[in-house]
């Protein structure tokens, strides 16, 4: 398990690190890296094990001599994957290497404010740091199709998987956390034809005061309502077609020079925008939105509709389902007559803390079956109504049971003859490929023989 967990850090690390990490002595100024292993053709610097081990430090990670050889035993890992990647032909497309690198270049800037703050921060050019993250990027892409290949076929039994529980020691069964799932009628305060008229009037007004010479990037830190870009003077940084909405991509992509758009129309509001740069297939553009505004008025509406709905359940005309499918202004739910799903598993089912504080405090108390009066609501757009909560199912934190848990311990089951399938693969692959280790980290005990 401890193992399993260091992989997972060590592969956010790898995100993490974008540019080369060179040691050097501090009283002398010069180079102290070295080669600390050699995997096939694959070399591992003494920089590349110590890079990581930085990365973790500056997360508050403790890094003892144990996680040190665990980090070392993942960098042998990875270069006998590539090594063997390359015997086997097995490659990626420069666009998929170029799509990864993008990807991750947008989040880091995401997280460090703006394309500026991140060449400021590692003192070179996006187009260096790219550079340089090219052959990491490649290299780890490689490497994690290698590792695909190797347990692509794994596939688990249902008397496998009966297995694996029975020999699990007590102490090894999984906690499982409370879990529920719910529906919800979701009822929007709607936009009053005087709110969209207000809106269109601001965002015009902005428009014409940047046409007549004015800053669009100050304007945009003063008053655009998209808090994210905002303070970056309207810069949302590199994006491809696919990361915009539909409407806003479209514009974006035909922009030229640094000509003001016209007024666009998206769920978020009312936008303009002005290009910044263009490079192949992502654009950067600087945006000033304009949402609009929900009175208190529409708000009252949606909450007597809300009242109104409820009211029809303590009848036997609609069920709580078909209300939701005729009623719900969210359309996934809509469509699922009310049913809630996780975004980041695709099921209904919601850990507790995965939920969204406002419903939590509904569901709280609620038991399996019953319906909530109608609650206010939010999205994280900012839009306001109300709510009706029906709590379908919920369970309490409990050991793991074949009955009740079978998907998740068919997951571990899983998990666990991949990990067997892939130590296998590990020990024939090391009984064939020229592995030289230096004499300093011989002595960890690792999970495989790397050196006999």
Not at 186 to 192: M, V
Not at 197 to 217: L, T, Y
Not at 249 to 265: D, G, H, Q, R, Y
Not at 285 to 313: C, F, G, M, P, T
Request: include cysteine.
């Amino acid at each position: 398990m401890r193992t399993k967990m260091m992989r997972n850090n060590i592969i956010l690390l790898i995100v993490i690190v974008c540019t080369s990490f060179n040691l050097k002595a501090q009283d002398e100024g010069k180079v102290i890296d070295k080669v600390i292993a050699v995997v096939g053709g694959n070399i591992i610097l003494k920089s590349d094990l110590e890079s990581q081990i930085a990365s973790l430090r500056t997360q508050g990670v403790l890094v003892d001599d144990n996680t040190r050889c665990e980090l070392m035993e993942e960098l042998l890992f990875q270069k006998l994957l590539l090594n063997q990647a390359i015997l086997d032909s097995v490659e990626v497309s420069q666009a998929e290497v170029e799509s990864e690198i993008d990807r991750r270049m947008n989040y880091f800037i995401a997280q460090i404010g703006s394309e500026k703050k991140l060449e400021e921060y590692y003192k070179k050019s996006i187009l260096e740091i790219k550079e340089e993250f090219r052959i990491i990027v490649k290299d780890q892409m490689v490497s994690q199709r290698m590792k695909g290949q190797i347990t692509s076929s794994v596939q688990v039994t249902p008397k496998e998987v009966k297995t694996f529980f029975k020999t699990l020691h007590t102490d090894s069964v999984p906690t499982i956390e409370s879990e529920v799932e719910y529906a919800q009628i979701l009822l929007n305060a709607k936009e009053s034809d005087q709110a969209i008229q207000d809106a269109k009037d601001r965002i015009n007004g902005f428009r014409e005061r940047i046409i007549n010479g004015e800053s669009f990037s100050t304007l945009a830190i003063l008053y655009s309502e998209d808090p994210g870009s905002a303070k970056n003077g309207g810069e949302l940084g590199f994006m491809g077609r696919a990361e915009l909405v539909p409407e806003f991509s479209l514009v974006a992509f035909k922009l030229k020079n640094t000509a003001v758009s016209e007024i666009i129309e998206t769920e978020f509001g009312y936008h303009i925008m002005q290009l910044v740069e263009r490079r192949g297939q992502k654009v950067q553009v600087r945006h000033l939105l304009v949402k609009v505004k929900i009175d208190e008025k529409q708000v009252e509406i949606a909450k007597n509709l809300a009242d109104s709905i409820y009211s029809l359940l303590t009848t036997d005309t609609l069920t709580y389902e078909e209300l939701a499918a005729k009623y719900s202004d969210d359309d996934q739910t809509k469509k699922s007559r009310g049913l809630v799903v996780n975004p980041q598993t695709g099921t209904s089912l919601f850990d507790i803390d995965q939920i969204n504080p406002q419903i939590y405090y509904s569901i709280d108390k609620m038991k399996i079956g019953d319906v909530s009066l109608p609650v206010p609501s939010q999205g994280q757009d900012g839009k306001k109504g109300y709510r009706i909560i029906k709590l379908i199912t919920k369970t309490a934190p409990h050991k793991a049971t074949f009955e009740e848990d079978y998907s998740k311990i068919q997951s571990a089951a899983l998990m666990d003859k991949q990990r067997n399938v892939t130590k296998d693969w590990i020990v024939g692959k090391v009984g064939q490929t020229y592995i030289k280790m230096d004499e300093d980290y011989k002595s960890c005990k690792y999970e495989n023989t790397w050196v006999k």
